[in-house]
């Protein structure tokens, strides 16, 4: 079946001038275009364009959807559950952040006062519920149960002080990481160096034993996993490859 691009702006939500730059941008183009000059678009198409959606709704920017879509060894299944285990993923934080207001209302309500430590509780869980959905088979394949299980332990156990400490240090290794990219600094550089003593820094906050060739292990699924790398490049893309070539590069220096 063909659709026309007003009767695929219909079906999809999207408009029609959003469709035009998709075709203007390369990211999505008609399946043919006819005599009349009309774009007609079909099944390939349709697959293609609600695989942009899913992507977009992650929040992944446009020139990293048409990288991912266009690589060869793009898998739509692979994708699809990727999809799944961050949208997931999403739902279990929204209902821990329910439960957490929830219980914050009642406790106003009687005049209770919260332990510090369940105030935090949701946020930590979530990270871990989080990392578990998204990065948990490939860590787990790879270097095994036991490795996540003490990461997930560990971060739990985490102090009020010591989680900020860990979100905060995620926040500057993402924001230095796109300075550098903007910047076109080397990751064998000085801030290359910079951002790899954080992000290991990041790593063993939770008290687990820095072993370099783990740290290069986990850098490497950051440009081999589309997940990873939608995280890093969702503002600018290449800090993925950067913080794995910096970790490559640093790692047994740090």
């Given at each position: ?24 941008i390369g990211l999505l183009k008609p399946g043919r275009v006819a005599e009349n000059g009309y774009r007609r678009y079909g099944p390939a198409q349709v697959d293609r364009l609600q695989d942009i959606l899913y992507y977009r709704a992650l929040g992944v920017e ?103 400490t860990w979100t905060g240090l995620g926040e500057e290794i993402r924001a230095g990481l796109e300075r550098a990219v903007s910047e076109k600094l080397s990751p064998e550089g000085e801030e290359g160096r910079r951002i790899a003593a954080l992000h290991r820094r ?53």
């Amino acid at each position: 079946m063909e659709y026309s691009i007003q009767e695929l702006a219909r079906l999809s939500g999207v408009t029609t001038r959003t469709l035009r730059w998709y075709d203007q941008i390369g990211l999505l183009k008609p399946g043919r275009v006819a005599e009349n000059g009309y774009r007609r678009y079909g099944p390939a198409q349709v697959d293609r364009l609600q695989d942009i959606l899913y992507y977009r709704a992650l929040g992944v920017e446009l020139a990293q959807i048409r990288a991912c879509l266009d690589d060869p060894d793009f898998d739509r299944l692979t994708a699809l559950r990727g999809h799944l285990a961050r949208l997931e993923g999403e739902r279990a934080r929204l209902d821990g952040l329910i439960r957490s207001v929830t219980d914050t209302i009642h406790a106003e309500e009687r005049n209770e006062i919260m332990r510090d430590e369940q105030k935090f509780e949701v946020f930590k869980r979530q990270a871990v519920e989080r990392n578990e959905a998204l990065y948990g088979r490939e860590v787990r394949e790879k270097y095994g149960d036991a490795q996540m299980d003490e990461a997930n332990a560990a971060v739990m156990g985490l102090t009020q002080e010591q989680y900020r400490t860990w979100t905060g240090l995620g926040e500057e290794i993402r924001a230095g990481l796109e300075r550098a990219v903007s910047e076109k600094l080397s990751p064998e550089g000085e801030e290359g160096r910079r951002i790899a003593a954080l992000h290991r820094r990041w790593l063993t906050l939770t008290g687990s034993r820095y072993d370099p060739e783990k740290h290069r292990g986990l850098a490497a699924l950051y440009t081999e996993d589309p997940r990873f790398t939608a995280y890093y490049d969702r503002r600018v893309p290449g800090c993925a490859q950067f913080l794995r070539a910096a970790v490559e590069r640093w790692a047994e220096s740090l």
